[in-house]
Nanobody
Framework: QVELVESGGGSVRAGGSLRLSCVAS????????MAWFRQGAGKEREGVAAISGGPGLSYYADSVKGRFTISRDYKKNTIYLEMNGLKPEDTGMYFCAAKPPSQSWDPLQPEQYRYWGQGTQVTVSS
């Protein structure tokens, strides 16, 4: 069982920045694909950014490209989401997710991921 614990959410004004962190408990974390998802009020959960195990290839939703950066620190079993130029539409609960290695992977599809954190709230005011 993999436990994921997110932190770093908060309230900021439009144009501000936040950095989210997600610590994973699993020793095999380095091989797992990891991702950030978000869910606004009354909306479906959507993929924001994902990063592969091993070489750490990254993928982003079009809505956040150029503003958000996903990264991972293998020594700390942690992934990060650096969020700059925040907009009110970025508001939502942000979840960290982990996927054990497999042959196929659709990075931003929530159904692909087995383990989920409890989420951290991000609120962006105009």
């Amino acid at each position: 069982q993999v436990e994921l614990v997110e932190s770093g959410g908060g309230s900021v004004r439009a144009g501000g920045s936040l950095r989210l962190s997600c610590v994973a408990s699993e020793y095999a974390y380095s091989a797992y694909a990891m991702a950030w998802f978000r869910q606004g009020a009354g909306k479906e959960r959507e993929g924001v950014a994902a990063i592969s195990g091993g070489p750490g290839l990254s993928y982003y939703a079009d809505s956040v490209k150029g503003r958000f950066t996903i990264s991972r620190d293998y020594k700390k079993n942690t992934i990060y989401l650096e969020m700059n130029g925040l907009k009110p539409e970025d508001t939502g609960m942000y979840f960290c997710a982990a996927k054990p290695p497999s042959q196929s992977w659709d990075p931003l599809q929530p159904e692909q991921y087995r383990y989920w954190g409890q989420g951290t709230q991000v609120t962006v005011s105009s």
